[in-house]
């Protein structure tokens, strides 16, 4: 399995809308609706912000949604905050043959400038 | 309050073994689908090894098949992970994950702190 394929930095200003793009193949991204994403600040664990594709769990604001299209997921972060600024990552379920696998992407670091 | 507490880690010759342990609390722990994610510095995460609430379903990353083993204790609560002929690769901050449910793969809804895990050459 490789890896999902992010950018490696994405920047913005507070405010700002931002979009994380998540490529991955007809094994993942493409066949399921399970991608989810997690936001990790460095010394701290990463936090599960969507899953599902597009669901939000309690307590995760508004301003983060999740959405797809072929092979290709995205992370928009609407209104830009100076706490939205840490690395973030996709992730997928794949299943090939008879195996169950998750795949995580390569990781955007999200800058706000 | 759902706890996650890893355990086993430390510093280990390549081809050695490791056993790792998560002790959980704060939940039903055989209602929910647990995993080990692994983090190396500057290189991200790395999904390892997942447990369904039964252990019905196991899965692991091509990278570990075959040299690691998972499994649970749905009755003390713990999540092990057998860790065999280690190599220098697998030297990482290894994390134990709880899914939002009890079949889930990749919904890693709280993690614990890790344990680091260093293999030398």
């Known amino acids: 399995q490789s890896a999902l394929t992010q950018p490696a930095s994405v920047s913005g200003s507070p405010g700002q809308s931002i979009t994380i793009s998540c490529t991955g193949s007809r094994s993942d991204v493409g066949t399921y609706n399970l991608v989810s994403w997690y936001q990790h600040h460095p010394g701290k664990v990463p936090k599960l912000i969507i899953y599902a594709g597009t669901e939000r769990p309690s307590g995760v604001s508004g301003r983060f949604s999740g959405s797809k299209s072929g092979n290709t997921a995205s992370l928009t972060i609407s209104g830009l905050q100076p706490e939205d600024e840490a690395d973030y990552y996709c992730?997928?379920?794949?299943?090939?043959?008879?195996?169950?696998?998750?795949?995580f992407g390569t990781g955007t670091k999200v800058t706000v400038l | 309050e759902v706890q996650l507490v890893e355990s086993g880690g430390g510093l280990v010759q390549s081809g050695r073994s490791l056993r790792l342990s998560c002790a959980a609390s704060?939940?039903?722990?055989?209602?929910?689908?647990l995993h080990w994610v692994r983090q190396v510095p500057g290189k991200g995460l790395e999904w390892v090894s997942g447990i369904t609430w039964n252990s019905g379903s196991i899965g692991y990353a091509d990278s570990v098949k075959g040299r690691f083993i998972i499994s649970r204790d749905n009755d003390k609560n713990i999540l092990y992970l057998q860790m065999n002929s280690l190599t220098t690769d697998d030297t990482a901050l290894y994390h134990c994950?709880?899914?939002?449910?009890?079949?889930?793969?990749?919904?890693?809804?709280?993690w614990g702190q890790g344990v680091q895990v260093t293999v030398s050459s």
């Open positions: 994950a709880k899914d939002v449910g009890s079949s889930g793969w990749n919904r890693f809804e709280s």
């Open positions: 992730c997928s379920y794949a299943h090939i043959s008879t195996f169950d696998y998750v795949v």
């Open positions: 704060g939940f039903s722990f055989d209602e929910y689908a």
